[in-house]
């Protein structure tokens, strides 16, 4: 079975200051990992994911993750975060047969102070 | 595109009472499923579909049921609400092997 942690359950910074969520997750075999941004009253939107390859993945919009499968991490950063990223952050895993039946996270819940 | 559409937006309901949660998109996904998110849990999964006649039990089944007549439809059915049933749940599709698009939710109280 898969599972996955986020350290923090809030994470409040200031406008233009870097952020780090953190995401762990543990699976005996090999899986996808998945950041999906969730924004008030709103559904789930995909921010990035990491299938194979390079291990650095970026967003559209300056956030990325580095996959790092010896400490099974997969932490998400932005070096200058603005008011607009304000939202709950959700980690999540799939296997790589059957990767929609995904494993959550708790979320983190980022608040940008002006 | 609509998208994942989820009808109503807020329910409120008595605990026995009965109710189908809609779920329908358009982009002709296979794979559909159904998600509850409470607070400090993230999202579990209910139930999901790999196609049309096909369905399975995910992380917290009971006192759900579901079926897929069709390829566009992902009904949700509480036959018998329970105070702990109140949360948001979200319906999510994809192609296979594909992340997920999920509805906007429906918020759901049980008193």
């Known amino acids: 079975a898969q599972s996955v942690t986020q350290l923090d359950s809030q994470v409040p910074v200031f406008e233009e200051a870097p952020v780090e969520l953190r995401c762990n997750y543990s699976?005996?075999?090999?899986?996808?990992l998945f950041w999906y941004v969730q924004y008030p009253n709103q559904g789930l939107q995909l921010l990035l994911k990491?299938?194979?390859?390079?291990?650095l993945v970026e967003s559209i919009n300056g956030f990325e993750a580095e996959f790092n499968k010896s400490q099974t991490s997969f932490h998400l950063r932005k070096p200058s975060v603005h008011i607009s990223d304000t939202a709950e952050y959700f980690c999540?895993?799939?296997?790589?047969?059957?990767?929609?039946?995904?494993?959550f996270g708790q979320g983190t819940r980022l608040t940008i102070n002006p | 595109n609509a998208g994942v559409t989820q009808t109503p937006k807020f329910q409120v309901l008595k605990t026995g009472q009965s109710m189908t949660l809609q779920c329908a998109q358009d982009m002709n996904h296979e794979y559909m499923s159904w998600y509850r998110q409470d607070p400090g849990m993230g999202l579990r999964l209910i139930h999901y579909?790999?196609?049309?006649?096909?369905?399975d039990q995910g992380e917290v089944p009971n006192g759900y049921n579901v079926s897929r007549s069709t390829t566009e439809d992902f009904p949700l059915r509480l036959l018998s609400a329970a105070p702990s049933q109140t949360s948001v749940y979200f319906c999510a599709s994809s192609p296979f092997d594909s992340p997920l698009h999920f509805g906007n939710g429906t918020r759901l109280t049980v008193t």
């Open positions: 990491y299938l194979s390859g390079s291990t």
């Open positions: 579909s790999v196609g049309a006649g096909i369905t």
């Open positions: 999540a895993v799939g296997l790589i047969q059957g990767a929609q039946k995904l494993v």
């Open positions: 699976s005996s075999v090999s899986v996808y």
